[in-house]
């Protein structure tokens, strides 16, 4: 029992803002992931990295469905390439980039889907089908739960 109850606090702790090295080690157990790059303060089109309320982290990567070129710079691509790993310093400010990502629920600016786990927000591309958005993000949530 205490074996169990160590395995499940150190889950938490590894969903509660990880590093972007951990994100990527993770990532790269996931099949259906093909290129994987964190974004810099150089290169964060959202200029949200280390901001007050914004990402400690994002990870962006591609799946072949949508990018044949295995060169392709996911950052570049943005979430239209696969998807991207958002990581936040705590719960509120990954609840507040959910709600802001909700108002474009329905809207002519496609947000694809978005769920948070922990301190992160895995999102997927709007250009994947509906079962490929759930189980790539089954697939990311698998990973980043994986106690190994």
């Known amino acids: 029992m205490k074996s169990s109850i160590d395995d499940r606090s150190k889950l938490t702790k590894q969903l509660i803002n990880p590093n972007e090295k951990w994100v990527i080690d993770r990532l790269k157990k996931c099949s259906d992931i093909s290129n994987i790059k964190a974004i810099t303060k150089s290169n964060d089109l959202n200029q949200l990295l ?43 400010d990954a609840k507040t980039r959910c709600d802001y990502l909700k108002s474009f629920d329905g809207s002519i600016l496609p947000t694809g889907s978005y769920s948070l786990i922990g301190t992160m927000i895995v999102r997927t591309s709007y250009q994947l089908d509906d079962a490929s958005q759930y189980n790539l993000t089954d697939e990311i949530f698998s990973s980043l739960t994986n106690s190994h």
């Open 50 to 92: 280390g901001k007050d309320g914004g990402y400690t982290s994002a990870t962006y990567f591609t799946v072949p469905q949508l990018t044949k070129d295995k060169n392709a710079d996911p950052v570049q691509l943005g979430t239209d390439g696969g998807g991207c790993i958002e990581a936040y310093k705590n719960i509120d």
